[in-house]
């Protein structure tokens, strides 16, 4: 047997994963893209939580987007996915448990199962499914974004206004993405006070 650098008549999972501002939609974005030009068949679901952007359709933060379908479950999934090679799952945060289920179930079909979430909340808690996700899936990408402080690689989602939820859905003015040094979950702060900007910009 010819070994084979991509999986043949098998399916497999592909996590995506990292804080706010990491590119994790883009990426997943570019993935699904990249089958559509190879003519497989695509689909693509995102938890009906998340209206930001479009009602059909997944969308990153730098306007990239693409066609889907909201979902109230992840049990829902499995009704909608038809003849599908490839699916993709945006902001798998807000799916729950159940999702870790459905994911393996869609790759044990042969199925290429490609998984976007975010990896943390706000107070660096992992976010399930993520953690479980991570662990039953054959490909992990983890990114990274830019600390909007210090400029250091970011894996932390820092949240700058005080609130309960354990995720503002839409509110991305509510985060900035800051690397280890730079976060704290218990000052909401943005970037601008931490920075001293408008009081010391004439003093440098
Ligand atoms: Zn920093």
Redesign the pocket.
Same mark, same amino acid.
């Given at each position: 047997m010819t070994p084979s650098l991509q999986p043949v008549g098998v399916g497999w999972i592909e996590v995506i994963t990292g804080c706010m501002f990491s590119g994790k939609t883009e990426e997943l974005i570019r993935r699904l893209r990249r089958a559509q030009f190879a003519r497989q068949r695509v689909v693509v679901f995102k938890p009906g939580i998340d209206n930001r952007y479009a009602e059909d359709s997944v969308g990153s933060h730098s306007g990239q987007r693409m066609r889907s379908f909201q979902v109230e479950r992840a049990t829902d999934i499995p009704g909608l996915v038809g003849e599908a090679q490839v699916v993709g799952v945006d902001e798998a945060q807000f799916l729950g448990p159940e999702l870790v289920e459905i994911v393996e179930r869609l790759a044990n079909e042969g199925r290429r199962v490609i998984v976007a979430g975010l990896d943390m909340d706000y107070r660096g808690v992992p976010f399930e499914p993520l953690p479980q996700l991570l662990a039953v899936s054959e490909y992990i990408t983890k990114n990274l974004a830019i /600390?909007m402080? /210090?400029?250091?690689p970011?894996d932390r989602s820092q949240r700058v206004v005080n609130r309960d939820a354990r995720f503002l859905v839409g509110e991305s003015d509510a985060y900035e993405a +800051? /690397? +280890? +040094? /730079?976060?704290d979950p218990n000052n909401f702060e943005p970037r601008q006070e931490q920075l001293g900007l408008g009081q010391n910009l004439s003093e440098t």
């Open positions: /600390c402080v /210090c400029g250091n970011a +800051r /690397c +280890r +040094r /730079c976060w």
